[in-house]
């Protein structure tokens, strides 16, 4: 069946399963629900960017604190 499935969807036709699949199932869900995926978007990419900044201050901070470390030692 899986098999199946896989040529299914892959066979050279225009009507293939891909193109079904996508064109009655994914892409109405899509646009269905467009507003709320663009929100979770925005959000994780708000989130990213804290993230981002949070981690660049404690590398700045780590190598900071290995200079001066270094600077002790010689």
């Not at 891909?18 to 995926?37: G, M, S």
């Given at each position: 069946?899986?098999?199946?499935?896989?040529?299914?969807?892959?066979?050279?036709s225009?009507?293939?399963?891909?193109?079904?699949?996508?064109?009655?199932?994914?892409?109405?869900?899509?646009l269905?629900?467009e507003?709320?995926?663009?929100?979770?978007?925005?959000e994780?990419?708000?989130?990213a960017?804290?993230?981002t900044?949070?981690?660049?201050k404690?590398?700045?901070?780590?190598t900071i604190?290995?200079l001066?470390?270094?600077?002790?030692?010689?």
């Amino acid at each position: 069946m899986k098999c199946g499935f896989l040529v299914w969807c892959m066979a050279p036709s225009p009507s293939n399963g891909a193109e079904f699949l996508y064109h009655r199932i994914i892409r109405p869900f899509f646009l269905k629900h467009e507003a709320q995926l663009d929100n979770v978007m925005k959000e994780l990419k708000e989130k990213a960017g804290e993230t981002t900044d949070t981690i660049t201050k404690e590398v700045k901070k780590a190598t900071i604190n290995l200079l001066g470390d270094e600077k002790k030692s010689t």
